[in-house]
């Protein structure tokens, strides 16, 4: 760029007037600080320096090439907080208000609550990141943001809020309860132990919010809400209004930059007065104003000062207020206006420049150029992990565009390709996991996303609610052989994401599939999938009990072996569970024979070692040892038919199995030598419960004989292991046996 502006021979000064773009824009790209610019911002730098053939094609490519290292390069977060803007105006009694909310000490068993309501376009969420931008340095523990998704036809669901706010927290999957209570009872004490501002915003209900409100402590809750959550009690409140007239000329003036000197104060005044001081509107009707420089305020405020138009635009209700997206959506290029209203199909409440190039017929390349122009206009939120959604009045706007701009039988292709490639693209992910596929073969480019098991593992993870709504919606269109396809792909992958709350629905749905195709097999199969997602964890042991009865019928009727030996598998763990151990042990041998006989020797060290588990609960601890022994033979034989990776990540497990068994029977000497090793291998594992449970045995163990020393480490590092898994009754009391007196 240097070197092109020497060439013609002008200023910086002369190029940013002769092309419109900002002296700080053009120094920054010529000292490299930007290295992405936009497609508009290099064309009129182009045009400028009129740049020709192979000197403007150079400078459009790297321009793109910038751009693209730049959103491949985005890190990942949860509930990051979103960007404040730099043009942020007024509101310094509101933002004192928050200052004094948070720093006042809270009453005995009062939380510190402040609930921020407001009408539609009042600038709440942006008024709440903003403080929370402020009050950052004073919350060393993380500030939080949660959009609720108050507007949408499916708020966010309580348990699903508390499980992204926890995990924001660091709490692993696997150690978030289950039940609602359980969840709000953690969170609770998370924030009483922590300096943590969490931002709750766009709530639905009171309903929806009190699970997520805090006790005593030291963490502080921010609620924005359209509604006013009467119903909420304790809690401080703050009402944004308009903004007074001079605050909303100053910034709808900050808002145009440079060019607001050349409208005229008077000219901004009149178009912020027609705005009625709302944020949103004064946003929109900025970036209208400054993308068009050939306009000027006072023809703008022209075309707004038909009363009855400006009300229905900015200040009559939800669907009028999103009227005023009509504007911006009107200065986009007609690519991104397909893209934009395409979107609004998407099933989840936020995606990615993959899909959205799906959505909207075009290459991904394309698709950053428009979603990066939707974002400048107001029509998306992005975040720095490189995910966009709409906020839930533009969705609305979305789908009026599609509604009234394509037919019926393109909206239907439309569907049916974003459905058909978030199932394909699922399947695929999916299909990383399984033995049987490994590495997929991806002839098509838009799959490349998944070119590693990294890869697919974060694609699934990440877009969870867009393949699982592109299920339901193929489920409810009759695409039964898509659903089950998906399913069952998801069966090897689900035990890396054993803790997913989806599990449930995804192999529901592959049942249902299964049943409208008639295939009794994969019927058995996928409930015999239901039924192990109801041991994760094992609370319901009845209803586990009754999905492997369900899936024997039909794999019996369907004379599959193999479905069968899992039912009988699935039942002993119930029946265990259910203090049931001469029925147990009767039906995880079963299981076990008929694995054996199948020849499959992964599955038979399960059902073996299940059977162990029966036997040793109901008291038979020398058949118990023998069946370990048979399963620590299978691990450790590398000619005994096993799969290599799952035998050696088996092997202390297995130990851990014979130890505890060991010590049961007395030999203790022989216990502690076994579970001393398999815990030594574990503790290069994630932290989890089997391990837990060894180092407790182990350190129970050399109590008995008398090693106190080793005795205590062993329980300090059990309690570290139950800590961090989330079980705070037997941390505490492995720490007391840890640290009592001598």
Known sequence: MRSHRRAARLTLEELAEASGVSVRTLSDLERGRSKGPQQRTITALADALALEDDARKQLVELARDGRLRDHWARPTGLCELPRAIDDFTGRAAELAWIDSLVHTAHTLGAPVVGVI?????????????????????????????????????????????????????????????????????????????????????????????????????????????????????????????????????????????????????????????????????????????????????????????????????????????????????????????????????????????????????????????????????????????????????????????????????????????????????????????????????????????????????????????????????????????????????????????????????????????AAALGDLTQHATQLNYVAWVQGIPLDSPGTMLRYAAEALDLAVRSGTTVQIAWSHHYTAIALRKLGRSQEAVASASQAAGMFKSLGDTDSYYASISNLGHCLRDGGRHDEALERYREAFALVSDEGSGMTASIAAHLRPYTLADLGRCLGLLGRRGEAITTLTEATTVMASFDSNVMQAFALEALAALLEQEGRTDESRRAYARAAEVFDAIGDAEAHSRCHALATAAP
Not at 363 to 385: P, Y
Request: net charge negative; aromatic share 6%.
């Open 117 to 513: 309501t407001g009408s539609a376009g009042s600038g709440k969420t942006t008024f709440a990141v903003r403080s929370a931008h402020a009050l950052r340095p004073g919350y060393p523990d993380g500030v939080f943001f949660l959009d609720l998704f108050g507007m949408s036809q499916r708020p966010l669901a309580v348990d699903d809020a508390l499980g992204q706010v926890m995990g924001a927290l660091g709490v692993a999957d696997r150690q978030i309860p289950a039940d609602t209570q359980g969840r709000s009872s953690l969170y609770r004490a998370l924030l009483r132990e922590r300096r943590v501002l969490v931002v709750l915003d766009n709530a639905a209900s009171e309903e929806q919010v009190r699970p997520l409100l805090p006790g005593e402590g030291a963490g502080r809750v921010l609620v924005t809400s359209r509604r006013l959550l009467a119903g909420l009690e304790g809690v401080r409140r703050l009402v944004l209004g308009p903004l007074p007239l001079p605050e909303a000329t100053e910034l709808l003036a900050g808002i145009v930059g440079e060019r607001s000197a050349a409208d005229g104060e008077a000219a901004l005044a009149r178009l912020a007065q027609l705005c009625g001081g709302l944020p949103l509107a004064l946003r929109i009707i900025g970036n209208r104003l400054a993308s068009r420089p050939g306009w000027s305020a006072v023809e703008l405020a022209a075309r707004l000062s038909d009363e009855e138009r400006r009300l229905d635009q900015f200040t009559a209700g939800d669907l009028k207020i999103a009227n005023a997206f009509g504007m911006s959506y009107e200065q986009l290029a007609p690519s991104a206006r397909r893209v934009f209203r395409r979107l609004a199909v998407v099933p989840g409440r936020d995606f990615g420049a993959a899909l959205a190039a799906v959505a909207g017929g075009t290459s991904i390349e394309d698709a950053w150029d428009a979603l990066d122009e939707l974002v400048d206009l107001g029509l998306l939120q992005d975040s720095t992990s490189g995910r966009y959604r709409f906020h839930d009045l533009v969705r609305l706007f979305a789908r009026e565009r599609l509604q009234e701009e394509e037919s019926p039988a393109e909206r239907d292709e439309l569907t049916g390709r974003v459905t058909s490639w978030l199932l394909r693209t699922a399947t695929t992910a999916g299909r990383w996991f399984e033995p049987a596929y490994g590495r997929p073969e991806r002839p098509d480019a838009d799959l490349a996303v998944l070119s590693s098991p990294e890869q697919a593992d974060l694609w699934l993870r990440v877009n969870v609610a867009n393949w699982l709504g592109a299920m339901r919606l193929a489920a409810s269109s009759g695409q039964h052989a898509a659903v089950l396809d998906c399913a069952e792909s998801m069966h090897w992958f689900s035990d890396r994401w054993i803790h997913g709350p989806h599990w449930h629905e995804v192999f529901t749905l592959g049942a249902q599939a």
